[in-house]
């Protein structure tokens, strides 16, 4: 991956050096607001920062020649939030074929890039995990957020099959795959691994071991069909859900009845999975008997070889009617899987220290939106348990709490002078929540670590600045000149030159052939360059010195191309007389004139 650096003038870091120190003493004199804004502040829900690691090797015709794997990664994208999470996806052999780095989803033109990044890979030959986990860690290290939940999912149908010509050995490769995995262990990447096992060779121990190591989960299956329920189960456990079961049903040719429940008014997306290996059309009507249009603006419509997946967007509570009709006697199996804004978290303890023989009376609250949960029937729905674990023996205990009112409440007699973890898990049918780890020390009789705090009155209020307003001029201060410094710099940067790099493919219209992609870095150019220039200015693609790329705003490129090129971005013409924004992850295909021949071009920070 190329790892994109700012270069600083001298003239910068004098400057630096005089700004800097300012920002630096207003900073810490404005700390104490900050920190009371941001205690305030409610935590937005989840997000996913997924690596999709797949085998692409020339083992793969036989066991999954349907290429099913592709169309279950594509489903995994589709049940993905509509905003905010990010897809990268790494497709290997022996060394890595394609690459896409991490593309944040704002749209479902998004999602549809990364089904056709998915749709164009190639296979070849040879196999080394290695260099597929080594690359996936890489991607999530270069451009996962902190404030989301980081993942890779592998998908691998055998054992390593190395070049021999290549010199590489399997001593080689373990130890780079231990590195690897290790490396995914400290970042706290869990490694979800998916075994096809169509030929009965495959390695079950080093897949189990990844996932295991890193504290994801494995799955084995001997047939590709069964792919899509497995990516939805990862998908699910990732983010403490449930697949749940809604129907399975054998299609007649006519509309058949399927009830929906949604139960309760914090489901963000509900996702409905339609699996059936002919084509399905379906009916929607809500709680209320109103038919909803599929798609409309709260429902989206996803649509593969395979599947259908309708997302429905903050779904009123109760049941819906879902209508299929499918090809006579095709099976279709129909999963839901809810996405919640929920949180649990422990009340504060109204002591701070406990010894032998002290029972801690333990309460807790969900939270929606960063405001608490008070609607009893969401609490009495749930199951909640207070999981006690001796860390001296080893011992844990399972003890029921109450739920007949908005809270969950219980208690835990402290039986010797040992170390404690405490934490409430509560779950109902479609989904769990997990609250933080309470650790309580009852030889020193105190509490070692606070559980993140309710709305609990036990808990000191955060005492205030005697004077606001002092705060909110610096705070402005602050901002402003921050914001100056930043875009100061940003200026600076796009004059410099280009960072990133463009992967190249060139499509002959006549052969149907596709050259093998060429990844060109951004780096040396000045200014503005041309699409000859990236094309090492061969003769017969001259044409191409029409199309020039200029720095834009926050690492994006723009561009501009003369008369005779056709530009499509998304399967659209695009304008480009005033300029085109590429952004990372951003593809564009330019059709030449004087040659049949289409250049494809991917541009990657």
């Known amino acids: 991956m190329l790892r994109t ?85 790494v497709a290997y052999t022996d060394k890595v074929q394609r690459e896409k780095a991490l593309l944040q989803i704002g749209s479902a033109g998004d999602k549809q890039d990364l089904k056709d990044f998915i749709d164009g890979l190639d296979r070849g030959a040879y196999t080394d995990i290695a260099v597929g ?182 779904p009123a509570q109760g049941n819906w009617k879902l209508q299929v009709k499918g090809v006579p006697k095709d099976k279709i199996d129909i999963n839901l899987v809810f996405n919640y804004d929920l949180e649990l978290k422990l009340d504060a303890l109204p002591s701070k220290t406990y010894k032998k023989g002290d029972t801690i009376d333990i309460s807790s609250h969900l939270f929606s939106n960063g405001t608490q949960v008070t609607l009893s029937n969401l609490y009495q729905d749930m199951k909640a348990v207070l999981l006690a674990t001796d860390i001296d023996t080893g011992k844990v205990q399972e003890l029921p709490m109450d739920n007949s009112g908005a809270e969950f409440k219980g208690s835990f007699k402290i039986e010797e002078s040992h170390n404690y973890e405490l934490k409430v898990r509560a779950e109902e049918s479609s989904f769990y929540r997990e609250s933080d780890v309470l650790k309580i020390n009852a030889k020193t009789g105190a509490v070692a670590t606070s559980p993140a705090s309710g709305t609990s009155g036990t808990e000191p209020a955060l005492e205030q600045p005697a004077s606001n307003t002092l705060y909110y001029i610096i705070g402005g201060i602050v901002l402003v000149l921050a914001a100056g410094v930043v875009l100061w710099l940003l200026r600076q940067k796009s004059n410099r030159g280009f960072v990133g790099q463009m992967v190249v493919e060139v499509l002959d219209g006549n052969t149907g052939e596709k050259t093998y992609p060429q990844y060109k870095k951004l780096s040396a150019f000045r200014g503005k360059f041309t699409l000859h220039q990236l094309l090492q200015l061969a003769p017969e693609l001259k044409e191409s010195e029409k199309l020039v790329f200029t720095p834009g705003n926050g690492d994006r490129l723009l561009l501009r191309s003369g008369e005779g090129l056709s530009v499509e971005k998304s399967g659209r013409t695009a304008d480009t007389s005033r300029g085109l924004e590429l952004k990372n992850g951003d593809r564009i295909s330019v059709a030449l004139a004087t040659v049949d021949k289409t250049i494809l071009l991917e541009y990657l920070i």
């Open 5 to 89: 650096q700012l270069r600083i003038s001298s003239t910068t870091k004098n400057m630096l050096r005089r700004i800097l120190p300012l920002l630096l003493m207003l900073c810490i004199t404005a700390a104490p607001f900050a920190a009371g804004r941001a205690s305030a502040a409610s935590p937005a829900p989840s997000h996913i920062d997924a690596v999709l690691l797949i085998d692409v090797s020339n083992s793969m015709n036989k066991s999954d020649k349907n290429k099913i794997a592709n169309e279950a990664m594509k489903m995994f994208i589709d049940m993905l939030s509509a905003q905010g999470d990010k897809v990268g996806i």
């Open 133 to 314: 986990m080594e690359e996936a860690v890489k991607v999530l290290e270069n451009g996962s957020d902190k404030t989301h939940e980081p993942m890779i999912v592998m998908l691998a149908d055998g054992n390593n099959d190395l070049n021999e010509a290549s010199g590489r050995t399997q001593s080689q490769s373990d130890q780079e795959l231990d590195t690897a995995v290790n490396t995914a262990k400290q970042k706290g990447y869990p490694v979800y691994t998916i075994g096809l096992n169509a030929d009965g060779k495959l390695n079950k121990e080093i897949l189990a071991g990844l996932s295991d190591k890193t504290g994801g989960k494995t799955f084995v299956t001997d047939s590709a069909d069964d792919l899509p329920q497995i990516l939805s189960e990862i998908f699910a456990a990732h983010l403490k859900l449930k697949v749940v079961p809604v129907q399975s049903i054998t299609a007649n040719g006519s509309y058949q009845d399927v009830t929906v429940n949604v139960p309760n008014s914090s489901v963000l997306e509900a996702n409905i999975s339609i699996m059936s290996a002919k084509p399905v059309t379906a009916k929607l009507t809500d709680p209320s008997g109103k038919e909803v249009t599929i798609p409309s603006s709260n429902v989206l419509l996803s649509k593969s070889s395979t599947y259908s997946l309708i997302k429905l967007l903050s």
